[in-house]
């Protein structure tokens, strides 16, 4: 199987994957209505196939942040800091280095929480195919099968695009697109679940929304700094947009859903990011504007995560 994947992950042009994408964007709101009427047991082998595929593509080794993220372990243990400028430090002329002017890009322990959301999804897959599966869980199934679906989808393109085959000219801008796609269908799933009983065994697709909100910022922010042409000054604009549009959406839909699972998932983010900048913004010779947007940067990460917090506090009180 992992052979199988990886064939067909190198065998996906940009082009494809982009019709691709669009054939799912433009399928979802078809898919609902079927699924409405779609017997119990051929939903419940649907979605638990879609989670399969979605699993089988994130195993194909290969991706950008697998090798960034050597790099960086690479660089840790010479003893040698990242820092803002971009083609400075260790890794020079890598992806990290041609990324790394990103105001964000979270410390590497932030990941660790995909552990989590993926035992925590398969767990969930597994459990509607017990026997004695609460009556509850089953009875969702119809309303967040098309968005679940859809998600997985988005997330195994996202992991057909984000490689190096992608990264000259437009073809970088195709991961984003397809991790928005995620988050954005992840969302619906997340809005047909908060309010039902069901909400604590949703707890890893929240934690997989809440994530994927973030990682979407931080892609495009990586993208965009990739390009060599783009100014510091557009850098640290976007940066900050990220960093308060996160905060933004944690706070509201937290508060919106009642849902403090998400608003953790993004504090999570948000103080990973701050994390990153604090260890970055002193070190090599960056280009002082952009030195003193991450001083900024780090400021609204850290508030921002720190309002994600406070609110999803709240929401655990009042729950």
Known sequence: PSSAASLIMSSMSPSVVVVAGTAVAVG????????????????????????????????????????????????????????LAQGDGPSTGS??????????????????IWGPIYLGEAALAALLWLPAADHA???????????????????????????PSYEAGWRKHVSTCMLAGTALCLSQVHGAVCSTDVALYAIPLTMHFGWTTAAT????????????????????????????????????????????????????????????????????????????????QKVLCQVGAVSCLLVAGRELLLS
């Not at 119809?142 to 490689?163: D, E, K, M, T, V």
């Not at 947009?241 to 699972?261: E, H, I, K, Q």
């Open 28 to 83: 979802l709101p078809l898919l609902a209505p079927v699924a409405a009427s779609t017997s119990l047991t051929l939903l419940k082998a649907i979605t638990t196939a879609a989670f399969g595929v979605n699993v089988a593509a994130v195993s194909v080794p290969g991706r950008i942040d697998e090798e960034m993220a050597r790099q960086m372990a690479s660089d840790r243990s010479k003893g040698e800091s990242q820092s």
């Open 137 to 163: 869980v089953a009875a969702v199934i119809p309303q967040l099968a098309a968005p679940w679906i859809a998600a997985n989808l988005f997330q195994s393109l996202w992991c057909a695009s984000f490689r």
């Open 217 to 296: 910022l931080v892609n495009l922010n990586g993208s965009v700094s990739a390009e060599a042409k783009t100014s510091n000054r557009a850098l640290v604009g976007l940066g900050h947009a990220s960093a308060v549009s996160a905060a933004a959406l944690g706070v509201g839909l937290t508060l919106a859903r009642s849902s403090p699972t998400y608003g953790l998932t993004v504090a999570w983010a948000l103080a990973a990011c701050a994390d990153s900048m604090a260890k970055r913004i002193d070190a090599g010779d960056a280009d002082e504007g952009l030195r003193a947007g991450g001083r900024v």
């Open 95 to 112: 992806r990290l280095a041609s990324r790394r002017r990103s105001l964000v890009m979270p410390s590497g322990w932030a990941f660790a």
